[in-house]
């Protein structure tokens, strides 16, 4: 057992200076959207897709049309037609029941620049040649008159003599300036900002503004952030730690064991941990969701959801390292972390991810985001204790 142990520890050591992860099994990967301006509808292009999938534009739900394992086709709600939204750029939302939701960007209203030209397809097969007609008999040549006579050319007029130009005027005194007009009315609004391209207008706060202006995160005001560049929702960790969930001093684990009794590696390791069962469980009023055996569970007694949402999740690998944000002081060793302060407190060290560690094929182990100068991606063993964050799908 100690030498098989010895190798497994060995294999994930060299994992973790691996440069990316690869998404987890199952979950819907959206390729392309596409506005059909004139049938109202949105075609989505993708892989992993199932039959009943639920698609959200913003806070308009879509009907679903048809749906393949590689593209949906929903339609516009009819009181919501493509021509009614406001030029820019809108948040897709794809998920299927028990699945993590998938995220994408629409652009409504706006044409890119011509793309470049095709290459030309193969010529076709020459036709077969027509008969060929009668020709008809040549005609006589008809004789050539005599040429005419050329006329004199005319005698050149005379150019008349150029007038004297007249003497300037003088310059009369300016005269006094007229009183100030009262302020005009105020417009009725609702005109959209001028952008620079590749700048756009996006609607923020009830309010077009240029995307550019958006700030990256909004702090909520309810113990939540919302990231206005992928439109999730994160958890803002608190530092009073008096025994709520959200501590930021709070570490879990993913699996409550990973070897079973006979000390072999258990392949699966399913989420048994403190990750699931207090974390999520906590945010979600009890309620958390195992992903190994695709089912919901209840722990606690009915207790309110965290900020009134019970939808909450561990982050993908990309997902958490999406906050993730190097700055010349953020270390372990300085005590800052890697991430916006927006965001609230923040331990400078490993949080858990959902992905597993598929690079090695060893999902007993599971990828984390190191918030200080070390290398990212990073794994662990998933009955270690690391610190962790929660996020949703703002809607």
Known sequence: MIKHLAQLFSLL???ALLPAEAPAAGLPLVI????????????????????NPVVTLDNSNFTTVSASASQIVASFPSSSPPSSFAPGTYFLTLQYRNQLPSIFTVDIGANGPQGPQGVAGPAGSQGPQGALGLTGAQGGVGPMGPPGPMGPAGAAGAMGATGATGAQGLQGQPGLAGAVGPPGPAGAGGGLPTC???????????????????PRYTDNGDGTVTDNQTGLMWEMPTSACTGEVTCVNNQYTWSA????????????????????????????????FNPASQQFFNTLAATPCFAKYCDWRIPTYAELFSIYTKNVVCSSLSG?????????????????????????NTPFGSLAVQFNNGVNPTSAFKNTNLYARAVRTAR
């Open 13 to 15: 050591a060299f994992v």
């Open 32 to 51: 392309s959207a596409t506005v059909n301006y004139s049938t109202a509808t949105l075609t989505i292009s993708g892989q992993n897709f199932g039959s």
């Open 196 to 214: 620079t391209a590749p700048d756009v207008a996006v609607l923020y706060n009830g309010a077009f503004v240029c995307k550019s202006t958006v």
């Open 257 to 288: 064991t990973i070897i079973d009794s006979a000390g072999v590696p258990i392949p699966d390791s399913v989420a048994d941990g403190t990750l699931f069962t207090d974390f999520i469980s906590g945010l979600n009023g009890g309620d958390y």
């Open 336 to 360: 800052f972390p890697c991430i916006d302060p927006t965001l609230g407190p923040t331990q400078p060290a490993a949080y858990w991810s959902f992905s597993y560690n598929a690079i090695s």
